[in-house]
């Protein structure tokens, strides 16, 4: 399946996923983040990461691997 774009739906907070052949995967980004802990900060990258990067918050969850990315986002001090 090759994928034509990825965009974040702000009406259904949702991860618009559309392909050539003609199907829209749609990833609710509630769900998505059920049960995740954060911060207000790795809560912020995780809204901006669903918006500027849809693609990249759809393989996160996909992959399972969103908890590590908000855990690397957590341990990132500012110098």
């Keep these: 399946m090759n994928i034509i774009y990825a965009e974040y739906n702000i009406y259904h907070n949702s991860i618009d996923i559309c392909t050539y052949a003609g199907y829209i995967l749609r990833f609710d980004c509630a769900k998505a983040e059920e049960g995740l802990k954060t911060t207000p900060n790795s809560e912020c990258?995780?809204?901006?990461?669903?918006?500027d990067n849809s693609l990249e918050y759809?393989?996160?969850y996909l992959d399972g691997t969103m908890q590590i990315w908000i855990d690397?986002?957590?341990?990132l001090e500012l110098w």
């Design 45 to 51: 990258a995780l809204n901006a990461l669903a918006v």
């Design 58 to 60: 759809a393989r996160l």
């Design 72 to 75: 690397a986002e957590d341990s």
